[in-house]
């Protein structure tokens, strides 16, 4: 199989920035990704974008984005969900032979759309929508569901440690432009931190700093009643995958970037994972900085940009360069990205230093 | 537990149901500097502005922040003719709900010192017969900028109009 490594990465998050267009957010973090590698713009063959209509606001939207991404006279696809997935199917593209060197770019801004408007519109218009479904009911759910078990013991340690971390990560966005109403059993300090994101990295078969080691994709049911929403079970497919993609197990990662709407969701994907025993996992986050250093969506969150925005930290992370949230010198990293609809869909990526 | 006559095999003696549906998403969305900039020139100036790639050297219209061709921020701003030279049109005969009752010509148009055209609506022109409209426009006129009486910076603050 072909090696492929990331060799320029950008991550750009605001909050209503009224100076910029959508467009120039592309272009600020694609061409801060092309400069971060070094490489001529020349050397670049191919473009995958990650982005939604229905959070660009822009049907058909790679028509409006794609130029802002480099795309002008280059293979380019348009990845219908999360950065993550736009990035496997980048490898994909490479690993085949089609491409030697891909901008993957995905992007989405709270600050234009109606987010809990598009969160409910989701749904599907028979079982989902006519109910009231939307993302944080889905998280909420969940959330009961794994309290229904283990109780709330040692949530405030966990949030406030997370917290924490954001608000050191000089990438993150650390107040919510959007005002929400936490649904039971959610408290506002788990909702996730509304931001604007573009995000890109520039990854080719040319040896660089950081090796792309694996890569594992699943996904769930759709209907929600069908599903273990404490087990996240496409999470720990993707993850397995991964893992075995990259001929490693779980305890050779030292650093793990996961992508999940609230706080909640990220401690129970913890546990899915098995990085702590169930109903631990808020004394494990409480713990550990190697889960989610950036500080999560506490640091910003836009879907479909933050599977991408985990892979971007990781990297960070493993080049020594991410700043006052960096690890002690890892040397493999995991990270996720997830699909709207309670994350039914899960990509699953292991980097590893060069 | 149902007795057999209970068990439903057959499902398609239902009335079929339907849900209608809408799509209405409220969005905000910010054209940013350079495009504030250039609807700003065209309300206050009535004058329509370009901005230079330094690397291709095109004097793109309507002005934007970056070349989308060379990957460059684009560095200056230059004014262009009110004047131009029609290039293609269309005549759009079908109504779509908040835009002028058909015929609309369309036109693209290069206006003297650009290198790019700008799409818009030629306004003036007597669509009543469509063929003697079209062969007028064939020639590839002349038109000039004509300007709506308040400006609100917005595209539809402008048409084209024959020149002569
Ligand atoms: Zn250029």
Redesign the pocket.
């Known amino acids: 199989m072909t090696d492929l490594f990331i060799e320029g990465v950008a991550l750009d998050a605001s909050w209503r920035d009224r100076d910029r267009s959508l467009t120039d957010l592309i272009f600020d973090a694609v061409r801060a990704a092309i400069d971060d590698s070094g490489q001529p713009l020349e050397g670049i063959d191919s473009v995958v974008l990650a982005a939604h209509d229905l959070v660009d606001g822009r049907s058909l939207s790679s028509m409006v984005t794609a130029p802002a991404a480099a795309a002008y006279l280059r293979d380019e696809i348009r990845y219908g969900d999360d950065g993550a997935g736009a990035f496997a199917a980048a490898m994909t593209r490479l690993e085949a032979g089609h491409n030697r060197r891909t901008i993957v770019a995905g992007w989405g801004r709270a600050s234009e759309h109606d987010v809990d408007a598009v969160s409910h519109g989701l749904f599907d218009p028979f079982f989902g929508r006519p109910v009231g479904l939307d993302e944080l009911a889905v998280s909420a759910l969940r959330a009961q569901a794994w309290i229904q078990r283990h109780g709330t013991a040692g949530r405030d340690a966990a949030w406030r440690r997370r917290r924490e971390r954001a608000a050191r990560n000089p990438r993150a966005v650390t107040q919510s432009g959007v005002q929400q109403s936490a649904p039971y059993p959610l408290r506002p300090e788990e909702l996730p931190v509304w931001a604007d994101f573009a995000v890109a990295v520039v990854m080719s078969t040319e040896p660089a700093g950081v090796k792309v080691a694996g890569m594992g994709q699943s996904s769930d049911p759709y209907h929600l009643g069908d599903r273990d929403l404490v087990g996240m079970p496409a999470l720990v497919d993707a993850a397995g995958k991964a893992l075995a993609d990259a001929g490693a197990a779980l305890s050779d990662v030292e650093v793990v970037e996961l992508d999940a709407l609230t706080g909640f969701d990220e401690a129970l994907a913890v546990e899915a994972l098995g990085l702590a025993e169930p109903g631990s996992a808020f004394g494990y986050l409480a713990e550990h900085d190697s889960v989610n250093p950036s500080g999560g969506c506490a640091a910003g969150y836009c879907a479909p940009a933050m599977g991408l925005a985990r892979i971007v930290e990781a990297t960070l992370q493993l080049r020594g360069t991410a700043g006052p949230v960096q690890q002690d010198a890892p040397r493999r990293a995991l990270a996720t990205g997830s699909s709207t609809i309670g994350s039914q869909t899960q990509t699953a990526i292991v980097l590893e230093a060069a | 537990m149902a007795a057999d006559q209970d068990l439903i095999t057959d499902v398609t003696d239902v009335e079929p149901v339907e849900i209608p549906g809408r799509w209405d998403f409220a969005f905000t969305y910010f054209a940013g500097n350079a495009a504030s900039r250039f609807f700003a020139e065209i309300r206050e100036n009535r004058r329509v502005m370009g901005t230079r790639?330094p690397?291709?050297r095109?004097l793109l219209v309507p002005a934007r922040s970056f070349?989308d061709?060379?990957f460059?921020r684009t560095t200056e701003w230059v004014p262009v003719s009110n004047e131009g030279t029609l290039e293609t049109f269309t005549i759009i005969t079908a109504a779509f709900p908040g835009l002028p009752e058909p015929p609309v010509v369309l036109a693209y148009v290069t206006l003297d010192g650009a290198d790019t055209a700008l799409v818009n609506v030629v306004t003036g022109v007597d669509c009543s017969d469509i063929d003697a409209a079209a062969a007028r426009l064939f020639e590839q006129p002349r038109v000039r900028l004509s300007f709506v009486a308040e400006p609100q910076g917005r595209m539809t603050d402008f048409s084209f109009v024959l020149a002569d």
């Open positions: 790639c690397k291709c095109r070349c061709a060379c460059e």
